[in-house]
């Protein structure tokens, strides 16, 4: 099987297949010697389980998580009680002879539905811990054990139609192997995830991966996306050998290139940075040469706790990063939860990326913006720290997100706490509105930095995670490049520097328009880094301005291609040793 290649490695060990709520089970009718009354004592049974399972999650909830997780088993434990439900789905088992797993999820799911729809958002908010209760409960009764996460007790590969960022740090103790998905693609936040976690991911396989055997045998290729089941010895042997030839992030012989500037033949300067999601990738962002850290994705220091980090926290967290940094800059981007990076315990939307992410979220939650900005201020005097809002579609919305990141100041100077006055604030483009006001936001912002994942997504209004919409999951469209320039232009004209964060940066073929565009920095994986500027070194700015304005001149996505790759061709031929 060939899917996508989401993250670099090779992966060879046991299947373990990742289930998750709304993966519903199919409708079983009883059959002539299944009785209703045995089918309830079923129900009972799964319910007390499930009952003694929360109980059991209660008690072991570790450290300062704790009280809140309790809160959240305890709410589960009473809906496993509520006597209605139970009723109802007694008698839908009885009325209708539906198998027990089957009447749950239909009663429940009604249930669910009608929760969803309420205007109050505290009975909202239960529907996840509903969600909860029935993935639980409908597992138990299908023979799946007790809620997947908690049985990955083997060194395995994680197989899973749909699964979130916080579904895999949930999982990730160092026994996620590899990852394979049904769904998603490359810039999916989850193959994004897999890559800073260094675990190799092919995605978009098409397949429904729960009709995998659980321990099946299979190896994985996150290079070229191949999967495959029940490999013999040869095929072990033949991606092992390749494990350890492609071990090494990159080859030697980039490895001088570390110290070196990214800069052309004729000189022009840009300024490599790396795109990180946990803290402790800043090392791997100095060993690959990179000239400091363009996007810290902050939001994961939510998922792998399950809930805000506490002020004290993010100063340590922060603290590390831009001291292992040693004066290069920090671009932090603030809590970018929402839409495929969404909080377990959040209330479902029916267009997530169109919905409540980004500093809209944050925005609801202003106390909470306010804190992580005190925090980056309160390091921004042991090294250059950029602070960054995500999803911005209006001037107003920057403004207040300035108006807090001032608050945050006073409060500093009302406590006393040193910090660098002239620490940046600016904002990622991530949206075509943000694009046609980039000149009145650059009057009011530090710098930008433009997040093309989302920004390709919100301009062809394709869904970044979409494996049906793959073929337009791309970054040749022309709309996109003529925004592009559109934005550096604008930035310029309002003297502050422009950056890109989106992955195409760190694309060989993407990246030489890019620069030709005027970007005055490029930030995306560190294993990319030594090879795109090995092949910045050896290119000319003038040749690429004039094939990035070949490409914003372009009428179609298929010229934009041609123009890039005869380009390309050209530049790697005189890389040739
Ligand atoms: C982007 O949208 O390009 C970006 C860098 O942010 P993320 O991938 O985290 O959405
Ligand atoms: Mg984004």
């Known amino acids: 099987m060939r899917g996508i290649a989401a993250a670099p490695g090779i992966a060879s060990g046991p299947a373990f297949v990742y289930r998750v709520g709304h993966e519903a089970p199919p409708v079983r009718v009883l059959a002539s010697k299944e009785t209703v009354e045995s089918e309830c004592v079923r129900l009972d049974a799964a319910l007390a389980a499930v009952r ?40 839908a088992i009885g009325a209708k002879r539906l198998a027990a797993e089957s009447a749950f999820a239909r009663v429940v799911g009604d249930a669910q539905k009608a929760i969803e729809r309420s205007p109050d958002p505290y009975l909202r908010e239960m529907a996840n811990d509903i969600e909860a209760v029935k993935t639980r409960v409908i597992n138990q009764l299908m023979g799946h054990g007790a809620d997947s996460e908690h049985h990955l007790s083997l060194p395995s590969i994680v197989l899973a139609n749909t699964i979130t960022p916080a579904d895999i740090m949930s999982l990730q103790k160092g026994l996620v192997l590899g990852v394979v998905t049904q769904t998603g693609g490359q810039i999916s936040h ?178 909470i913006l306010r804190a992580q900005f005190r925090a980056l201020l309160a390091v921004s005097t042991l090294g250059p720290v950029w602070v960054m809002v995500p999803m911005i579609a209006s001037v107003e919305e920057f403004e207040v997100a300035r108006s807090i990141w001032n608050q945050a100041k006073a409060d500093l100077r009302r406590k006393k706490i040193p910090f660098d006055s002239k620490a940046k604030f600016g904002l990622m483009i991530e949206t075509p509105a943000a694009v046609r006001m980039a000149y009145e936001l650059a009057q009011r912002a530090d710098f930008f930095s433009v997040g093309t994942n989302d920004l390709v997504q919100y301009t062809t209004a394709v869904d970044r995670g979409n494996q049906r919409l793959q073929s337009l999951q791309h970054h040749w469209h022309p709309a996109l490049w003529r925004q592009l320039d559109d934005i550096v232009k604008a930035g310029h004209r309002g003297e502050i520097p422009v950056g890109i964060c989106g992955e195409m940066s760190g694309d060989p073929l993407a990246v030489l328009p890019l620069v030709g565009l005027g970007f005055d920095s490029l930030s995306f994986h560190p294993n990319s880094i030594p090879r795109i500027k090995a092949l910045l070194r050896s290119v000319s700015f003038a040749d690429c301005r004039k094939l990035a304005a070949s490409v914003v001149a372009s009428a179609t996505s298929g010229q934009v291609r041609k123009l890039v790759k005869t380009f390309y061709a050209r530049a790697a031929r005189k890389l040739k040793p």
């Not at 009280?67 to 006597?83: E, G, N, T, Y």
């Open 52 to 91: 003694e399972e929360l109980l059991r999650f209660k008690k072991k909830s570790p450290g300062s998580v704790g009280s809140a997780l309790a809160k959240i088993f305890d709410a589960q434990v009473m809906i496993v009680d509520d006597p209605s439900i139970r009723a109802q789905v007694k008698d």
């Open 190 to 367: 989850v193959a994004l995830l897999a890559k800073s976690l260094g675990i190799p991911a092919v995605a978009g396989l098409g397949v429904d991966l729960r009709t995998v055997r659980p321990s099946t045998r299979l190896v994985i290729d996150g290079f070229s996306g191949a999967v495959i089941l029940n490999p013999g010895s040869d095929t072990i042997e033949f991606f092992e050998r390749k494990r350890r030839r492609t071990h090494s992030p990159w080859p030697k012989k980039l490895e001088a290139l570390r110290d070196l500037p990214a800069v052309t033949v004729d000189r022009h300067k840009v300024s490599i940075l790396a795109n990180i999601d946990l803290a402790g990738e800043t090392e791997l962002a100095v060993a690959a040469g990179a000239a400091g850290v363009g996007l810290y994705r902050t939001e994961y220091l939510f998922l792998q706790q399950g809930e805000y980090p506490s002020e004290a926290k993010q100063v340590e967290v922060y603290r590390r990063a831009i001291t292992t940094l040693a004066g290069r800059p920090l671009v932090v981007r603030s809590f970018d939860l929402g839409s495929d990076k969404a909080a377990p315990n959040a209330a479902p939307e029916a267009n997530p990326a169109l919905g409540v992410r980004g500093l809209r979220l944050s925005l609801e939650k202003p106390a």
